[in-house]
């Protein structure tokens, strides 16, 4: 067989279920004993920051070594003061400076107490008064009170912490002894692979995924090692792997994109035991498990999305094991949140990561999934955590409260605004200007459709609506739908756009207009139901006496315009509703059909509340009219910042 070439049948792609392929690959590894913990060295306490303590710390000496003084006073012998009170004051000579003491002074032997400053009363005869006795060791720290010489500072498997630094150093410890640090090699394959901060040439890739996977196992306490890129061919990446597994503790193979986890799969087969190869965990169904040189391996695939999610859930608790005790699961940052839109699941009979994006609104903490495939690196940049789906589960209605995994700092998503609803590219450039005029502010939009998003402001699930609905009745946009509000609030204009088909370059079908789209060779995709392009979208159809069913592709959705331009690209269909910016985006040309209005529906409490207002101070901004119309030239921002109307009550 030519190494170039595959055969999957032989390689038997399964659908393990996550975590009983978990407890296999793990029962093997034992068996294999290939999850051995690393062994101990002695390290200087300046380094010990986040490593594991191998045995248990010792004091050296008494924390604090010496009888000290716990205040400023005035040193006493007790039983000199036992008969003061403030009608038979005890008077004390203190023609001696040393006397009187700060906080941390050694107390010399004789004297058993320290009277505090504010309870002395001077005379002028060089003496002072004492109002009330004093009992033995009164404000006086003894040696050892923190901790006695020999006891046990810091316990074995315990992950230092900076204060637990601190207490070892007042305990005179210099050294401890702490477990070596796993060395986790990571390998991609790939022939058109360039290492990062190399610039590719056209046809390349940068490796993103080493990068990616050396954070994450830096952050667990592990050494990072990232191979030279291996070509996708099984000698060259055999050797690759091999010389990896001899030289650390686990091994991740990054999948390359011509050949993906089968060639990592026979790679495993022929230079160890593949244990299974796939899991029924979306994004990384074809993950690769194994052992090579007695050394765990595993293969994950191409996209970054499927690589993190294969880590978080088989690397991670690998690691762990090596690790001990004082790592855990449940260590990890997680917080339970609201979701504001309903989730259903792409991927049924699987278990699946989703990723979020989060806020507080009001006091509540809110998630709204994120859209995106696996190969969508910005995906997880911009999410702000992610939860899993069983596989039992199809689909969690909104209002639902989910366990989040964190990947930013919880203090942010305080400074999180949540839009919800209608998408449109003007959005990426006030997320920019907020950035610029607000840095401790993130915009976090979700195309949920018009809809939508005016159900999630009505529910307390987002801090601000954007909208386009389209009513047929008044052919008004937006406030004939402002009914049953719960609240009062303020709709303001974000701008006015071109909604229209989506086209090839050159407009190839001669597509002219809306009317064109029952001709019988065309091939269609549509927004979802709810969004406001497919409400307007249906009027104007109806209008036409246009039947949908005679529409080819009517009823295949996606949800953003940026969607309906990546369909047309790709050349899987002929053209789709959108408007003109995600033409051009993509290069493709766009036909115009009909205006609309994009609004933002706010709670009136939010509108001049922080960080809401800081939204509203950028759409108002100069800058925002200035330059949206400079990106955007077929927009219209007369409008842009005034309020159209707000409720009475």
């Known amino acids: 067989m030519p190494e170039s070439v595959m055969d999957s049948s032989e390689l038997g792609l399964q659908e393990w279920p996550a975590e009983e392929a978990l407890d296999r690959f793990l029962s093997e590894l034992e068996f294999h004993k290939a999850l051995r913990r690393p062994e101990h060295e002695t390290i200087q306490l300046a380094q010990a920051l986040k490593r594991i303590t191998s045995r248990s710390v ?39 400076g040393s006397a009187f003491v700060e906080m941390g002074a050694p107390v010399p032997e004789g004297f058993d107490a320290v009277v505090p400053l504010s309870e002395l009363e001077a005379t002028n005869r060089g003496t002072v008064c004492l109002t009330r006795p004093s009992n033995p060791w009164r404000n006086v720290r003894p040696a050892g009170e923190d901790v006695a010489q020999n006891e046990v500072v810091i316990s074995k498997d315990h992950k230092i912490q900076p204060v637990d630094m601190g207490a070892l150093a007042a305990a005179g410890v210099e050294t401890l002894d702490v477990y070596q640090q796993p060395v986790v090699a990571i390998l991609s394959l790939g022939n058109h692979l360039v290492p990062a901060g190399s610039k590719p040439q056209v046809g390349q890739m940068i490796d993103s995924n080493s990068l990616t996977l050396s954070g994450l196992v830096q952050e667990l306490g592990a050494i990072a090692r990232v191979q030279t890129i291996a070509p996708e061919r099984l000698e060259q990446a055999g050797h690759s792997l091999k010389e990896a597994a001899q030289n650390a503790d686990l091994v991740l193979v990054v999948a390359g994109p011509s050949h993906g986890t089968e060639l990592v799969s026979r790679l495993v087969s022929d230079l160890g035991e593949r244990i299974l190869h796939g899991v029924a965990l979306n994004p990384c169904q074809s993950l690769v498990l194994g052992v090579v040189a007695a050394k765990p391996v595993i293969g994950l695939p191409f996209h970054p999305v499927g690589v993190f999610a294969g880590f978080e859930s088989f690397a991670r608790p690998v690691l762990e094991q090596m690790l001990g005790p004082s790592l855990s699961q449940d260590d990890l940052p997680r917080v339970q949140a609201t979701l504001a839109v309903p989730f259903k699941r792409k991927y049924s009979g699987s278990e699946e990561f989703v990723r979020v994006k989060m806020g507080w609104v009001d006091e509540r903490l809110v998630a709204v999934p994120e859209v995106g495939g696996a190969s969508t690196l910005m995906s997880l940049v911009r999410a702000s955590g992610l939860f899993r789906v069983n596989s039992d589960v199809e689909e969690l209605p909104a209002r639902t409260n989910v366990s989040v995994r964190m990947l930013s700092p919880q203090r942010a998503l305080h400074n999180n605004v949540l839009v919800l609803g209608t998408h449109d590219i003007c959005f990426d450039l006030l997320r920019s200007l907020m950035r610029t005029s607000f840095p401790d502010l993130t915009l976090h939009t979700a195309a949920t459709g018009g809809m939508k998003g005016l159900q999630a402001i009505k529910a307390g699930l987002c801090h601000a609506a954007a909208i386009h609905l389209f009513d047929e009745e008044t052919g008004e946009y937006n406030v004939p739908f402002l009914t049953s509000l719960p609240e009062p609030m303020v709709l303001m204009n974000l701008c006015s756009r071109d909604l229209g088909l ?34 307007l979208l249906d009027w104007h159809l109806r209008r036409l006496g246009l039947d949908p069913e005679k529409v080819g592709g009517f009823p295949r959705e996606v949800k953003t315009h940026m969607a309906v331009a990546a369909a047309v690209s790709s050349q899987a269909v002929d053209c789709g509703p959108g408007i003109s910016t995600a033409a051009r985006t993509l290069r493709l040309d766009f036909v115009p059909c009909v205006k609309e209005r994009l609004d933002l529906l706010i709670p009136k409490r939010f509108f001049a509340r922080y960080p809401v207002a800081g939204l509203v101070q950028v759409v108002r901004s100069s800058r925002f009219k200035n330059e949206a119309p400079q990106h955007l030239s077929d927009y219209d921002f007369s409008q842009t910042g005034q309020v159209l109307w707000e409720s009475s009550t």
């Open 58 to 96: 010792s004091a050296a000496m008494d924390s604090p070594h010496y009888y000290s003084a716990a205040i400023d006073g005035l040193l006493v012998r007790s039983a000199e003061t036992f008969t003061a009170t403030r009608d038979n004051p005890v008077e004390l000579s203190i023609t001696s």
């Open 502 to 535: 989506i086209v090839a370059p050159g407009n190839p079908l001669k597509i002219e207009g809306l009317g064109d789209l029952g001709r019988p060779e065309l091939r269609f995709i549509n927004r979802q139901k709810g969004s406001g392009t497919r409400v």
